[in-house]
């Protein structure tokens, strides 16, 4: 859509920017809008926000299959089991726990193919 360029449109254009330079329109909001402070949420609040959390990052992990966790070494095991126990007491700690490293770009099992393929460097026939 082509903007037409009327005499009009222009003065109103330049009014605006003069407005905007000056100041004004921002004046004119701060008048016009008050400032709202919102409470600091509750504790439990807090609690629920990172149980969702958990929820979105922590289990669609944690409930991947066999196939996937018998493609990890033992220390990636050990890392996954202190990752879980740690957002199993989230809502203790209020600390949301480190994904271990070799677990980013990967928190959904649509991932979980890649990470088949490059943890598991005894079989290269992987579909």
């Known amino acids: 859509m082509e903007l037409l360029k009327t005499e009009y449109t222009l003065n109103k254009y330049e009014a605006l920017r003069n407005q905007l330079k000056e100041g ?9 809008y008050a400032i709202i402070e919102l409470p600091a949420p509750t504790g439990e609040e807090i609690k629920a926000n990172l149980r969702l ?20 070494t033992a ?7 202190q ?6 007491n989230v809502t203790d700690t209020m600390q949301v726990p480190v994904k271990p ?3 980013n770009g990967t928190n959904t099992t649509e ?3 890649d990470i088949l ?10 579909l």
Do not use: M
């Open 53 to 72: 959390q958990r929820e979105t990052e922590c289990f669609p992990v944690i409930n991947r299959g066999q196939l996937w966790y018998g493609s990890l």
């Open 83 to 88: 990752w879980y126990n740690a957002w199993l």
């Open 101 to 103: 490293i070799w677990l």
């Open 24 to 32: 004004q329109i921002i004046r004119d909001l701060v008048d016009k």
């Open 75 to 81: 220390q990636q095991i050990s890392d996954l089991q």
């Open 117 to 126: 393929h490059t943890n598991n460097t005894n079989n290269s026939n992987w």
């Open 111 to 113: 991932n979980a193919g």
